[in-house]
């Protein structure tokens, strides 16, 4: 069984917040995040909650809001920081690149590659210490995330369908190969190749149409971010659903920024696409058991 | 009209969230609060929530998730800075005495009676500062706070009960004259005597009974908050409200420890206690004038 190592406990609203600290073998060194509990027997449905630039596993946990509906709905939220840290651990002094900018990529690139494995870490080693400790169930899982974390929640839901059931993202990144912030963080950790960054572009999966295995993806976007034009171009991925006739819903709103004030406004529509769908399988699961 | 500055805007749910700084008298120099404003025309009835020790406007801002159930029953929120903060204004290393630690007391001795006037801040400066720039009701203020601050809140509401029609507190010090806290506060800002100290103290004013402006206050304390034994004993405000029949709602809960996760757990219970009452004064008022 994975070890964990408990950080902190808050009971809030109905169910319990740990903070927790696990050795990752992707990352070679310890990894921190987040996890609410809902009261009772469980198994539960895991939501994972990937996030943006500069956050710790502290910024969506603190900020977002997310525990009285998951308390509602019954559903285990996981966030894990964002890449390694520590003195042991690569940094660059940009916000955008290094320690609190992992990408979820797995980076192939000196000096990055000894600890930067953010893609293996979430598919892999967080999803084993959670499901070796907490009463999660491992046929429903979701992902999502905010900014740099939504392309990472549409990426690797896409990159590992067999995994997650339920993908969202608010404010993603829609094309890190395009994107200023990406074009600079897939430099760094994959190389010049563009060839390697393909499978790291949320747009160019969704258009290749290879993988349908979600019904829906919701995506919150602000219209008063100041990074839609620049880095994150929504419009990217309804393009890329048009093409590929994947169902997309996008949703536009007037006057809400990039922070997590707008991500709180939205989150219990997030918990509910998610416990939705995650609750279809359970019954799903129970009536071929049947 | 007292001048104020934007420091920051948001909007968060049915509202906008704005981060102002403004000159106050009372501490001679500036003072940082946030205030959400929901949507439409107002005048709206307006909380004020007075923060614990080593609390900004931020924490409660970012992290008590009030603003969702705020929008819906169209409060304004307004969450003032702790003290003056900066180069120009005395400190002290510990956390319970000096910047972020005012006590919400007008100090008397050096080298505090300078700056930290923060009776009269909450109850004049800002006040003004608010109704000045900002749809909001002067009939019709609620006061409510945590830890410190729900001292704040209880002896204030109860020293100026004019000013405000209902109060709560979470965790509140129930009695600064017998709390580690308070005794160290009050000794530096009021002096040795403790005649100075009297209307501080929450449980006092509640036993003295001479006021009696609320129909009802309600206190939520968690029974695994660290601090209930030694700095809140909050059965004091219990044996007060006894003693001169002030009806007192409060609610132990299992669990819940002294953290914003213990706030956000109930903070829609508060609003909804302060909406209901501030809501039926303007009933009242449109009757009266009718």
Redesign the interface.
């Known amino acids: 069984m994975p070890e964990i190592e408990i950080l902190e406990r808050?009971?809030?609203?109905g169910g319990?917040?740990a903070f927790v600290r696990h050795d990752s073998a992707a990352v070679a060194g310890p990894m921190t995040f987040s996890i609410f509990v809902p009261d009772g027997e469980g198994p539960f449905p895991v939501l994972y909650w990937l996030s943006g630039l500069t956050c710790s596993a502290n910024n969506f946990t603190?900020?977002a809001?997310a525990?009285?509906r998951a308390s509602q709905r019954g559903l285990i939220v996981v966030a894990p920081d964002t890449s390694p840290r520590g003195a042991a651990v690569p940094d660059d002094p940009a916000a955008d690149l290094g320690q609190g900018a992992g990408f979820y990529v797995d980076a192939t690139q000196a000096p990055w590659k000894a600890h930067f494995q953010m893609e293996t870490y979430v598919t892999h080693d967080l999803i084993a210490a959670v499901e070796a400790n907490f009463p999660a169930d491992p046929g429903r899982r979701g992902l999502s995330g905010h900014s740099m974390g939504g392309h990472g929640a549409l990426t690797l839901a896409l990159n590992h369908a067999h995994l997650y059931r339920s993908v969202s993202a608010f404010a993603p990144i829609a094309c890190a190969m395009r994107s200023p912030w990406g074009i600079k963080a897939l430099t760094a950790y994959l190389g010049a190749d563009h060839t390697a960054w393909e499978r790291y572009s949320a747009a160019t999966l969704i258009a290749a149409g290879t993988v349908k295995a979600f019904d829906d993806i919701l995506i919150d976007q602000?219209r008063?971010d100041p990074y839609i034009a620049s880095h994150l171009v929504p419009e990217q991925l309804e393009h890329a659903a048009a093409t590929s006739g994947q169902t997309l819903s996008l949703r536009y709103?007037d006057?809400?920024?990039h922070?997590?004030?707008?991500v709180?406004?939205f989150i219990d529509d997030h918990i509910d696409f998610h416990a939705d769908r995650l609750a279809q399988l359970k019954d799903h699961v129970a009536h071929v058991a049947a």
């Open positions: 808050h009971r809030v609203f319990e917040l603190e900020k809001g525990y009285r602000g008063a709103h006057g809400f920024d922070s997590y004030y707008f709180q406004s």
